[in-house]
């Protein structure tokens, strides 16, 4: 049961499609850890290390991997290609960061980082003739590879061999034991010491061999196919497994394992390193092991420049004589900066972080820096420093009402020298000034920007900036009203916080926004509106007291743009709704219907001039009483 479940879990996992796009090398070696006597099967540690990128990310790409898969299959073959078992899943062990970063004062920095997975499991096999193949195969590489076709779309083989019967089936397999991100320059060479272990002690041979891709299938996932194991990734011209990068001279490895050569092109190269094992006493060959690696190759060129500002001005606040010098040069990742200054002091840093210096006194000074002092790539800048501190900017504001002038009133101060002028930025449009002190009355309330910008002899131009509220009220008293005697009105004023009328007769309570009116002659109440920011306005209602409930209408107007008598309006007194108003010619056509009695009826028709005639008008409401009042009439329209 558990082997059917084993089975298919594998298959599951092979015809899953997903690209690997982070798997940029690997091994995979076995270790003979013990032999039953009973079963005759020798127990056999198995090790598959799968490299990435780490700083890999994948994004929206369907499909794609940026991490390490957890299991693994593996597979295992005889000599003739023969699967022994459903394919063996192997699990992650441990996981490691590798990262290296090149540390040198003449070149640029740059930083590989990779990650290495281990997958760890024992399998038990009786030794035989011609022996076994354990093999992982899987597509696909790291993308973008400088000496592969679509690497993308490559697949990857690795394989280990144990020995038959007719050599040494309790062989333990070289491998590599170095895992390192090696940083390289183009255009510098590099030397790299890439040896393998063997813990049997056999003699071992080195060679630049050809990458393995994934099966006999490009991009299947992974592929179960049996050996020998000959299929090549496809190499882009001049590329190939002995010359996988170029160079000048191009990378070599000798009899022990160094790796060495100088890269010409900057890329990511894979690079295979095969080893093979001998038997120290008989000289068979017990198998060649191979590892893929990523070398990235960086341009590394850095053209080193001392810059530091021609001239600095010290205007800080304080009257501290210290100054902070920025450091702008471009250099290596282990450059030193040397300081020199007229003070007679020199002091030597060794990061671009600001640097600070104390000055004896106030005064013109010079500075000197030089990067990478005594080395070939080397340079320097000299620059002027002002040591003139103790300019303090600032403003008070007394004010904060649309209705009144706001003052602005500067109160900058400079310890080492003169106020030479200001400017004035009040958050308006076209509207600046330079005196000392500045009246403005805003237009309007809300939120403006008010910046000072103070210049002093000493070279000083410095600036602060405060965010201003101007507040407003809108007072509002209500529309003038026109009531019959005994009519009670309820007013209704915005625009603040706190209300006042004036006079107090006939009003329910003059301090608040909605007072109730009794009264029966003719009045003009003022309305005084505040808020809390003590800002005050003013505003005024009128009401005419009639004889009513009634409607006063004219009987003729003269809509002739004179501003006199322009517009046919009806007086309610004591009316509380209106059902209509409306407006007819003597051919019973109605011309005009509203129940605005303030706009009234503008003398036209459909937007042109009605003629000079009479016409017929009709109004229904109800009264204060509740009561039903229909009237009619005429009006004469004149020109």
């Known amino acids: 049961m558990s082997k059917l479940l084993l089975l298919t879990i594998c298959c599951c996992l092979i ?6 796009y982070h798997i940029i090398g690997g091994e995979i070696y076995y270790q003979t850890v013990g032999y039953n006597a009973i079963s005759g099967q020798y127990r056999y540690l198995v090790t598959l290390k799968l490299y990435r990128d780490a700083d890999f990310t994948c ?3 369907q499909g794609c991997l940026d991490r390490f898969e957890n299991p693994v299959p593996i597979n295992i073959y005889t000599a003739d290609g023969m699967r022994t078992t459903p394919s063996i899943l192997l699990y992650i062990q441990e996981t490691r960061s590798l990262r290296d970063t090149l540390k040198n004062p003449c070149l640029a920095p740059q930083t590989q980082h990779l990650a290495v997975a281990f997958y760890r499991d024992t399998v038990d096999l009786a030794p035989r003739y011609g022996g076994y193949y354990i093999a992982y195969q ?4 790291g993308e973008k590879l400088a000496n592969i076709y679509s690497s993308e779309q490559e697949g990857s083989t690795y394989y280990t061999v144990i020995p038959g019967t007719e050599s040494r089936p309790n062989n333990n397999s070289a491998y590599f034991s170095k895992d390192v991100g090696i940083v390289i320059c183009a255009d510098f060479p590099f030397r790299y010491d890439y040896a393998a272990t063997d813990p049997d002690g056999d003699s071992l041979t080195y060679s630049l061999c050809s990458a393995l891709t994934g099966g006999s299938a490009r991009n299947e996932s992974n592929a179960t196919t049996p050996p020998p194991y000959d299929d090549l990734v496809r190499y882009i011209p001049p590329y190939s497994g002995a010359n996988p990068m170029g160079g000048s001279p191009q990378i070599t490895i000798d009899s022990h394992g160094m790796l060495t050569g100088t890269p010409n092109r900057p890329g990511k190269f894979v690079v295979s390193v095969c080893v093979s094992e001998y038997d120290r006493v008989t000289g068979r060959l017990l198998g060649t092991h191979h590892k893929d690696i990523l070398l990235t190759v960086f341009s590394c060129k850095t053209t080193v420049r001392a810059n530091l500002p021609d001239v600095l001005n010290n205007c800080t606040d304080t009257a501290d004589l210290r100054v902070a010098i920025p450091n702008f040069s471009n250099a290596g990742f282990t450059s030193s900066y040397y ?7 020199d002091t030597t840093t060794y990061d671009k972080a600001i640097f600070y210096h104390q000055f004896p006194d106030t005064g013109r000074y010079t500075v000197k820096l030089v990067v990478n002092r005594g080395l070939p790539c080397v340079d320097s800048s000299t620059g002027i420093i002002n040591n003139y501190p103790g300019l303090r900017v600032g403003f008070t504001v007394d004010g904060l009402c649309r209705e009144r002038p706001v003052v602005f009133e500067d109160t900058s101060s400079y310890v080492y020298g003169q106020i030479t002028s200001r400017h004035w930025d009040l958050g308006l449009p076209n509207l600046t000034a330079g005196s000392q002190r500045v009246a403005l009355q805003y237009p309007e309330g809300g939120m403006y920007t008010i910046t ?6 000493k070279g000083c131009n410095k600036s602060v900036t405060q965010q201003l509220r101007i507040y407003e009220v809108k007072p509002f008293a209500g529309n ?3 009531l019959a005697r005994g009519q009670l009105l309820p007013l209704q004023a915005s625009g603040g916080e706190f209300y006042e009328w004036q006079p107090a ?6 301090g608040i926004a909605n007072p109730v009116v009794n009264w029966h002659e003719d009045i003009q109440y003022l309305l005084r509106v505040s808020n809390s920011q003590g800002c005050v306005g003013y505003d005024t209602i009128n009401i005419k007291y009639y004889l009513g409930p009634d409607v006063y209408i004219p009987n003729a107007f003269s809509p002739n743009g004179d501003g006199m008598n322009d517009r046919f309006r009806f007086i309610p007194v004591g009316f509380v709704s209106y059902d209509f108003f409306r407006i007819y010619n003597r051919w019973g056509e109605e011309i005009h219907a509203s129940i605005d009695f303030r706009n009234g009826w503008d003398g036209t028709i459909r937007g042109r001039p009605a003629p000079v005639d009479t016409y017929i008008w009709i109004l229904r409401g109800k009264d204060l009483n509740g009561q039903t009042i229909l009237r009619k009439g005429t009006v004469t329209l004149v020109r």
Do not use: M, P
């Not at 899987?138 to 590489?141: G, Q, S």
């Open 15 to 20: 015809h899953v499609i997903a690209v690997a």
């Open 138 to 141: 899987r597509c696909c590489r």
């Open 339 to 345: 300081w020199s200054f007229s003070d007679g002091t």
């Open 480 to 482: 003038d009203t026109i």
């Open 59 to 61: 994004g929206d790409r």
């Open 505 to 510: 007769l006939g009003l329910s309570n003059n």
């Open 452 to 457: 000072l910008t103070i210049d002093t002899d």
